[in-house]
């Protein structure tokens, strides 16, 4: 079926005025961290899918990096398995890390990439098991306690972090017009699995593609000060602060180190995004205002 004569002409008027903000992404690489409401909500999930697709039309390449603690949260509960986070992450024994695999790689992973394919796409999951693709090594999480002169070291079980990302394989199939969507499992030089946060995975792909943005998708309008006012634009060293102070705290800890990690690696931008906002992606990379907390390496304030 064509389109109306009157469809066509709208077409043309909105694509007109889209061009330029189009050409200044085509080409380029867009790493996505997908979670949050926008992964659970059948409209966001539906417009974030669409927003993909369309990018992908028009010669942007988005790399999709998937979360998924909720769900995992939900079948260790089931399970009856304890779950605990220690400054944003979760402490993974062999039982719980057996889970996150089979939730992430499998469930979620999948889910996502018929989403996509659903809405037109061509998508392909990925673990970081699959052809190397994320290296990682056993996190070390360190802890300041009151009273204590020296940070204690803790061992939080089978949690990692990126020891290096397998770029060229990424690049080949999104050169080859695939979608790739990566779920954040690490593997060891052994072989181990690594449960990683999603967050540092998104940032340390991004790095490695040298890509354009950053986008992590949360359920929270941004980096927040005690008041609630979201905050932009922000220095390394004020982010520091906000972190002594206690006023980042939780998950939207990784979320800030991992941003200003992948600026300092050379990511264009990085920004934290409101991902309950219907098409929160589209409007982050067209529009001047975005939808979030944006940290770039000039801190520039928008
Ligand atoms: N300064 C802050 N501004 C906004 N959110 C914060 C801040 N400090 C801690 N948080 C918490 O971090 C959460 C986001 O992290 P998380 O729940 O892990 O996100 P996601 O699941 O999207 O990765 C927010 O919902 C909020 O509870
Ligand atoms: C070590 C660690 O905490 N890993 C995370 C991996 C998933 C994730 O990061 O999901 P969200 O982005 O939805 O929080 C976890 O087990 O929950």
New binding site residues.
Partial sequence: MMLSRDAAAQVSRVLTEALPYIQRFTGKTIVIKY?GNAMENEELKNSFARDVVLMKTVGINPVVVH????Q?GDLLKRLNIESQFIEG??V?DSQTMDV?EMV?GGQVNKDIVNLINQHGGSAIGLTGKDAGLIKARKLKVSRHTPGMDKPEIIDIGH?GEVASVNAHLINRLVSDDYIPVIA?IGVGEDGASY?????LVAGKVAEALGAEKLMLLTNIAGLMDKEGKVLTGLTTAQVDALIADGTIYG?MLPKIRCALDAVQGGVGSAIIVDGRVPNAVLLELFTDTGVGTLITNQQKVR
């Fill in positions: 979670g979360g998924g603690g909720p995992i992450m979760r993974t996150v992430l949690v954040p449960n990683i946060n999603a967050d998950g």
